[in-house]
């Protein structure tokens, strides 16, 4: 069973698009985190929600919006798509503690 | 602000040799420092960690030093083989500011045969 699943897993897009990425996480943890991570490989938070409450909004521009409608998924849209936008994206969980459980990611494209 | 440097970038280690890959960190009020080992199209793997009120920690093939004082800390590993060759990531956060990690910028490890 996969713990941290993503859908889809590539997403290739015209600038301008509105996008979703899906996250689910069957460990019932109660911390899920959207992490970017660019053509460099560097990683960065960009939010967080606990118990779908959102906890960390790190300066990311308000295009791109997370909704937790439960605290099993983290969903995460992203309007008027640019092409620094691209990068792959990578949910995560945890649960009472600091040891984070990585999805495999989503690698999106903007043409 | 870079948090938490990583170097070196790349390193090529020949099969059975150590691999050493260092981290830097500015943060004081960090207490919990992961590595992460990443394969090509996975996402970030936990491999070890530690707190700092220990100046090492070992798992398996896998060690951490960790120097306070330095505010550095290392990842060691033994014995490399070539199905360790991966990206490898060290990381800092405290546990008061959400689960937050700072992550450093890397560095892909090939172990040749």
């Known amino acids: 069973d996969t713990a941290v699943s993503q859908t889809p897993k590539y997403l290739v897009t015209q600038m301008g698009n509105d996008k979703s990425i899906k996250c689910e996480q069957n460990?019932?943890?109660?911390?899920m985190y959207w992490y970017k991570q660019d053509s460099k490989k560097f990683l960065k938070i960009m939010f967080s929600y606990n118990n779908k409450e959102l906890i960390i909004n790190e300066t990311v521009p308000n295009r791109f919006s997370p909704k937790s409608p439960d605290k099993a998924h983290l969903n995460l849209h992203i309007n008027s798509l640019e092409l620094g936008d691209s990068a792959v994206y990578f949910c995560a969980s945890s649960q009472s503690g600091p040891k984070k459980y990585f999805g495999p990611g989503t690698r999106l494209t903007v043409l | 602000q870079q948090q938490v440097k990583q170097s070196p970038q790349s390193l090529i280690v020949q099969k059975g040799g150590i691999s050493i890959i260092n981290c830097a960190y500015e943060n004081t009020a960090f207490d919990y420092f992961p590595w992460y080992q990443q394969f090509p199209g996975k996402g970030p793997a936990l491999l070890i960690a530690i707190r700092p009120d220990v100046s090492e920690k070992k798992e398996g093939r896998f060690t951490i030093s960790f120097n306070k004082s330095a505010k550095q800390f290392s990842l060691h590993i033994m014995d490399s083989q070539p199905g360790d060759s991966a990206t490898y990531f060290c990381?800092?956060?405290?546990?008061?500011?959400?689960?937050?990690?700072?992550f450093g910028q890397g560095t892909e490890l090939s172990v040749k045969p």
């Open positions: 990381a800092a956060s405290n546990d008061n500011q959400g689960g937050k990690l700072i």
């Open positions: 460990l019932g943890h109660d911390t």
